[in-house]
């Protein structure tokens, strides 16, 4: 998936120029030019890679290939383009004119990934008429009402404790509501639809006569959501992004302002965790919401509906969860919001030994890389902690 990378050392660097089969030599001359800007394009056809390294060495840029590419041997490569704002605007310029090899489509990718790098456009969601600011990060409150979520199973099953604890989020700064009436916590098991209705339909239609900010219905039942955007659910949190129902699409297309969350997940609640494994975490998850994303729009759900979720946890190894939180950023590259979800997470208590209730610090310091790496909305269950600690970071950023 063409994206910007996150490159900080060279280290990284060295990473990121292995994976793509550079040869050693190449990887000592190029490493440092990398520090800069660099810029990932999956999948090139050998004459786009000669000609866009060509043009980068034109410009005094630069461009890392496979070692088959300017032999001939390798007809498709990896390739990232290494340079500044400035060189990228150059060689876009360059390809104004160029019609062929797949040209257009990366002239048109270095353009959105470009205005994103650079500008940061502010974004905003209509969630049922409800527009949603995504200018500055928003807070997502988790309510779960079950008796065996992995963090506060039990606490919320009666509809008035619900219903108090979501307005008392709301007070303390959440700006969403994440209703929820199954859990997806690992080896989870399934509930029928009748079960998870009677669980969020009250609450969510009792709660919407107290509130007016987007309320969520964490699901992936077609049925469950129709029902809860009928009485007042704005937004739908879709762990299977779509997969697991069928005619959750319908409900979709029928209700044409309501947006929704695509989530990241390997295999089931049920399997997710039964050796989760990935060659190259990023760009797997990436070039699954490319084609979520083409599946979505293919029927009828426009982009400018559609937030995406990694799926901290979901089907992830320890590993995989700390190199998406390191690589937030390089999941701007659709130029969609993006969601995440790592509130209390099992990750953390790899970190440091602790009970799901005792890792607001960790919380807090993947809520920091979110903050940093421009993610739109953060899902967390301590709503005024995590509410001050982002008022401290957006004071320190706006210091001139």
Known sequence: MNRILY???????????EKINVSSQGIGLMAQKALELSIKLTNVHIGA?????????????????????VNGIEKHSDMILLGNADKIKKLIKKLENQTIFGLPDIKEDLKMLLQEFLEKPAKSINCNGKILDLSRIKIMGVLNVTPNSFSDGTKFLDTGKAVEHALEMINEGADIIDIGGESTRPNAEKIDIQTEMDRVIPVIEKLQQETDIPISIDTYKAEVAEKAIEKGASIVNEISAL???????????KYRNIPVILMHMQGTPQTMQKNPYYEDTIEEILQFF?????????????????????????????????????????????????????????????????????????????????????????RVHDVKEHKRFLQTLQSIKEIK
């Not at 490159?7 to 120029?17: A, G, N, S, Y």
């Not at 060495?57 to 461009?63: E, T």
Request: a positive charge; charged letters at 30%.
């Open 49 to 69: 890679a000669n000609i866009l390294k060509q043009e980068m060495l034109s410009i005094g840029g630069d461009a890392a290939v496979a070692r088959g590419v």
């Open 290 to 378: 490319k084609e979520r994303i083409k599946f979505c729009n293919s029927n009828g759900i426009e982009k400018e509906r559609i937030i995406i979720d990694p799926g901290i946890g979901f089907g992830k190894r320890h590993i995989d969860n700390l190199v998406i939180l390191k690589k937030l950023s390089e999941f701007k590259c659709f130029g969609l919001p993006i969601m995440i979800g790592s509130s209390r997470k099992s990750f953390i208590g790899r970190i440091y030994k602790s009970k799901s209730t005792d890792r607001l610090e960790g919380s807090l310091a993947a809520t920091a890389l979110a903050f940093q790496n421009g993610v739109e909305i953060i």
């Open 7 to 17: 490159i900080k050392t060279l280290k990284d660097v060295q990473r990121e120029l």
């Open 243 to 253: 997969r697991f129902d069928n005619k959750m699409v319908d409900v979709l297309k």
